[in-house]
Structure formats: structure tokens, C-alpha cells
């Protein structure tokens, strides 16, 4: 079966460090991964989507890799904020017709400390 | 541009009711997907309804269904409600105008209790 993972359930940092989260898939390689946030009590909202054939994608203070040797990509905020705690999910989408599935990881708990 | 809306927020039901729950995506997407999320489970995929029609569904007992109308809204109904379908339920649209299209727009989702 298709599995995706997130390898820490909580994570807490310094205000001012780099978060890096790390998601690993098994079996076949994804054709995109999504990147997510979700607050409390709110649905997730998209962050970023990554190509099988891109290596890395920026937005602002939000990286994203994608290593298809390692079966791995990696989120990375810089410069982190307490506004950036939140948990992140990451999301793999792959080729198979016509359709919207994604199967999410279990998601990341993100605590920037102040 | 409104966001999605899901409506009700919260409900409570007891064991054995139905329950019928609604989605509107955002105006012009016409693929509506519904998650189930749990704390044990995580998000999950429940199905994917576009133009009307079920393009894919996950692997939950027939309990579960949805269908979508022609102006894209879309219904999920659980009949014979159990416990363990105590869970927030998020409803999800996109575009699909082209390959590029991906990103999923969630709805704040309606909190299911069951009693």
C-alpha cells in the first residue's frame, strides 16, 4: 500500500531558527507531493506542491525538496515566527488517471518558542 | 472569491441516527473531495466526486456516501451512525482546468460527535 510519514509528531524550536520536517513515502514514487498547514479547529491550507522532477521549490520563507533517491522530501521554514506554529501535513498525489486523491501523512506539530 | 463552506459546523448524533452533511466549493471548481480526521487515524480520504460523478473512493463501509448536484455542491451522508464516526469531516475543491491544478482548498469542516 501506498504509506506516507512524518517522522516527528511534535517539534520545538527558536524563534529565529530554521524548521526543517521531514516526510518519507514508501513504494512507488509520488508524482507530486503537497505540503499543508492546519490550525486548530481549521481545515489544512496548501502551502506548496512539489514536481517528481523538481529538486527543491521556494515561497517566501518556505522551502520545499524532494529527493526521489532517498524517498524523502523536506520542509524547511527559516526565520521561524510563533505565528508559524501550526501542524504541517504533507500529502502525496500520484499519476493514475483522473483523480484528486491524496493521502496525507499523520502531520507534524509544529512550537516556535518566542 | 469566497472560500469553501461547510455546513453545519458541529453536530451531535446518537448511535444508529444518519446524518447528512454539505459542502459548496469555491465558484468554478468542480471537483469536491471529502476527508475523514480522526486523532488515531489522521486525515483520511473518504471520496471524489467531479461533475457529478464518483471518481474515486476510499476504503470505508457503504455506511458512507456523497453525491454532488450541478452546481457543483456536494453531500456526504453516513447512515447508521457508529462511534467510532465521531470525527471532522473536511470537504475539499479544486479546479482540475489543467494538469497544474493540484492544490486542494479545504473548508473548515464539521465536527461529528457521535453519542
Known amino acids: 500500500s501506498q504509506k506516507i510519514e512524518q517522522n516527528s509528531e511534535a517539534l520545538n524550536i527558536q524563534e529565529g531558527k530554521t524548521a526543517t520536517l521531514t516526510c518519507n513515502y514508501t513504494?512507488?514514487?509520488?508524482?507530486?507531493l503537497q505540503w499543508y498547514r492546519q490550525d486548530p479547529g481549521r481545515g489544512p491550507v496548501f502551502l506548496l506542491l512539489?514536481?517528481?522532477?523538481?529538486k527543491e521549490k521556494r515561497k517566501e520563507r518556505l522551502k520545499v525538496t524532494f529527493d526521489t533517491t532517498l524517498k524523502q522530501s523536506l520542509f524547511h521554514i527559516t526565520a521561524s515566527q510563533p505565528a508559524d506554529s501550526a501542524t504541517y501535513l504533507c500529502?502525496?498525489?500520484?499519476?493514475?488517471?483522473?483523480?484528486?486523491?491524496?493521502?496525507f501523512g499523520t502531520g507534524t506539530l509544529l512550537a516556535v518558542q518566542p | 472569491k469566497a472560500g469553501v463552506t461547510q455546513t453545519p459546523r458541529y453536530l451531535i448524533k446518537t448511535r444508529g441516527q444518519q446524518v447528512t452533511l454539505s459542502c459548496s466549493p469555491i465558484s468554478g471548481h468542480r471537483s469536491v473531495s471529502w476527508y475523514q480526521q480522526t486523532p488515531g487515524q489522521g486525515l483520511q480520504f473518504l471520496f471524489e466526486?467531479?461533475?457529478?460523478?464518483?471518481?474515486n473512493k476510499g476504503n470505508f463501509p457503504g455506511r458512507f456516501s456523497g453525491r454532488q448536484f450541478s452546481n457543483s455542491r456536494s453531500e456526504m451522508n453516513v447512515s447508521t451512525l457508529e462511534l467510532g464516526d465521531s470525527a471532522l469531516y473536511l470537504c475539499?475543491?479544486?479546479?482540475?482546468?489543467?494538469?497544474?491544478?493540484?492544490?486542494?482548498?479545504f473548508g473548515p469542516g464539521t465536527r461529528l460527535t457521535v453519542t
Open positions: 475539499a475543491s479544486s479546479s482540475w482546468r489543467d494538469r497544474s491544478s493540484y492544490e486542494q482548498y
Open positions: 500529502a502525496r498525489m500520484n499519476y493514475g488517471g483522473a483523480t484528486n486523491k491524496l493521502i
Open positions: 466526486y467531479f461533475s457529478e460523478t464518483q471518481r
Open positions: 513504494n512507488y514514487s509520488p508524482a507530486y
Open positions: 512539489i514536481r517528481e522532477n523538481e
